[in-house]
């Protein structure tokens, strides 16, 4: 499903904070693999960032880029679900989204079993799509 024929991709937490934590040049990336594409994030993963930036450090400095990148690049949708993984799920059952772009494990697990592929990290820099 995607709006103008631009596929949908939405970003987790962790695929925010790539460009800081793993110095991975996530837009680029994803321009790479998908051409043309609508970055989207839930609501949930904006608060998420939010939380995270709060504590400061270098994750803090990433989740502050993260949250910078999300509200200027991405299209913020709302989700019934307030956790920021739930919140993926529940875009990818509903077909809302084409891809979901995230390096967290159990995540990845739920929306492959949702039937919707991930990009995540392969490798050092570069990102890769599994199929359900």
């Known amino acids: ?3 103008q024929g631009r596929t949908r991709v939405a970003l987790d937490t962790s695929a925010l904070m790539m460009p800081v934590e793993l110095d ?5 990336e994803l321009e790479r693999l998908l051409d043309s594409f609508e970055p ?5 993963v904006l608060e998420e960032l939010r939380r ?3 504590k ?5 400095t990433a989740a502050t880029v993260g949250r910078d990148l999300a509200t200027e690049r991405c299209l913020v949708v709302d989700t019934e ?14 077909g809302a989204v084409d891809y979901v772009v995230t390096n967290d494990r159990p995540l ?25």
Do not use: H
């Open 108 to 132: 990845r697990d739920r929306v492959l079993e949702a039937n919707v592929p991930v990009i995540a990290l392969r490798g050092r820099n570069k990102l890769a799509i599994t199929q359900p």
């Open 81 to 94: 679900a307030s956790y920021a993984d739930d919140a993926l799920v529940e875009l990818a059952r509903e």
């Open 52 to 54: 995270l930036s709060e």
């Open 40 to 44: 989207t994030a839930p609501q949930a």
């Open 24 to 28: 991975v040049r996530l837009f680029d």
């Open 1 to 3: 499903m995607s709006t």
């Open 56 to 60: 400061g450090g270098r994750e803090g």
